[in-house]
């Protein structure tokens, strides 16, 4: 058994020790004078050698040392014509989310190769998502193994919606939004009544205790939240570890025409008028408008808001992820004069990425016309596009301000 305990030994220190040797290519150019000056017929292992190491040392788009920039490696069969990469980095307009078709273009690194390279310069704590345009279709970068589910991709549907993750090395990463196998996870419910059209799913906490009281978080866009954002691993993860109180979740889907169902909709407003009557009605909630939260992101941030000046009443904690909050100019006019104040207490959470143009400064404007209508603001603004990622990440810290776990007595409400 000592015998065993000291091969383990020296096995971990080899790993270990392999895994602080400092990469074979130090920076890209390395790479570059390597590949140039091999054989044609060495250079595919070069470029094996490149990926190798890179998987070990950081992966692709690869980080240059000392803040000097990102490279963006595609590796195709030497027959392309064109390369480019596209993403949050570069949109259709400033009153655009969606990026452009018109990329970066992607230099080959040697005439006939099939490598082919672009540098761009990212603040070093961004996260973007992007996708490469070979001859003029999408695809996500082959070597990078972090992939999203992309709305903002130019070709939606199928492959499309498939877009790598550039996550630079500063990146504050929560780590409450990856998924464990460690803790006990919650139970989702599936409204099964004739009204509940668009679906309703529910998530109760894991050690759901029908003698307790819970608050609810309500989301717009409830199949993103279940299915993109992963709002129930999140929530498994926050509970678990004590940081915020245990919580309901009722997460509603949005109708076929979402833009209409979130355009300031009154349909949408009574809808959740309905739905809150039955969670209150068949769960033991905490049936008070501060211990009701109602999140969106992009449009569902917009529904937010028209849902903190219609249900007043009903809500009182709001979270608006990169919200878009177009809207006719006479329904903001009571907010932006001054004349409507929102509901007591109501607290808000807004976010914003320095690469959603209109949707940032319209973030940084809401903030002051929140304030000053007596809400109590926390914002977020990050180095990132229009991304489900991007709201993924922050969703922790919202949940933490909103719902932070507490001495309380067993189903008894905390004191605010």
């Not at 099939?114 to 999408?138: C, H, N, S, T």
């Not at 068949?282 to 939260?293: F, G, I, K, S, V």
Request: glycine content about 8%; hydrophobic content about 45%; aromatic content about 10%.
């Amino acid at each position: 058994m000592k015998l065993l305990g000291t091969v383990l030994s020296l096995v971990c220190l080899a790993a270990a020790a392999r895994a602080q040797e400092s990469p074979a290519f130090p920076s890209f150019e390395d790479f570059t004078r390597r590949y140039r000056q091999a054989p044609a017929a060495e250079r595919a292992d070069v470029l094996r050698a490149l990926v190798a190491d890179r998987r070990a040392h950081g992966g692709f788009p690869i980080v240059e040392p000392g803040d000097a920039g990102v490279v963006f490696v595609y590796a195709g069969s030497g027959d392309e014509k064109t390369v480019e990469v596209i993403g949050d980095f570069r949109t259709r307009s400033y009153n655009s989310v969606f990026w452009s078709n018109q990329g970066v273009p992607l230099e080959r690194l040697v005439a006939g190769a099939p490598v082919f390279f672009a540098r761009m310069a990212i603040e070093p704590d961004a996260r973007l998502d992007y996708q490469f345009a070979v001859d003029g279709k999408y695809r996500p970068d082959p070597l990078n193994e972090r992939a999203i589910v992309s709305g903002a991709a130019p070709s939606p549907g199928g492959d499309g919606e498939k877009a790598s993750v550039l996550m630079m090395p500063r990146y504050p990463l929560a780590p409450a939004t990856v998924p464990r196998a460690d803790v006990a996870h919650g139970q989702m419910i599936v409204v099964d009544e004739a009204w509940a059209m668009p679906k309703v799913n529910i998530y109760l906490p894991a050690g759901y205790d029908p003698g307790r009281r819970y608050p609810v978080v309500y989301t717009a866009d409830g199949r993103q939240w279940r299915e993109f954002i992963n709002l129930p691993p999140i929530l498994d993860n926050l509970i678990a570890d004590g940081s915020i109180e245990p919580l309901i979740a009722v997460m509603i889907d949005s109708a076929a025409d979402r833009f209409d169902w979130y355009q300031l909709n009154s349909a949408y407003a009574a809808y959740l008028d309905k739905v809150v009557a039955f969670v209150d009605a068949h769960y033991p909630t905490r049936a008070r408008p501060e211990d009701r939260l109602h999140i969106g992101s992009s449009a569902g941030g917009r529904a937010t808001l028209s849902i903190a000046l219609d249900r007043p009443a009903l809500f009182a904690r709001f979270a608006m992820f990169s919200p878009a909050l177009a809207a006719p100019p006479h329904y903001y006019e009571p907010l932006l004069t001054g004349k409507r104040r929102l509901g007591a207490g109501a607290r808000i959470f807004l976010s914003a990425g320095s690469y959603e143009g209109f949707i940032l400064d319209d973030a940084h404007l809401f903030e002051k016309v929140l304030r000053r209508a007596g809400a109590r603001v926390r914002t977020t603004f990050t180095h990132e596009g229009h991304s489900f990622g991007a709201t993924r990440n922050l969703v922790p810290e919202m949940l933490i301000w909103m719902f932070p776990a507490r001495l309380t007595g067993r189903g008894s409400a905390p004191s605010r």
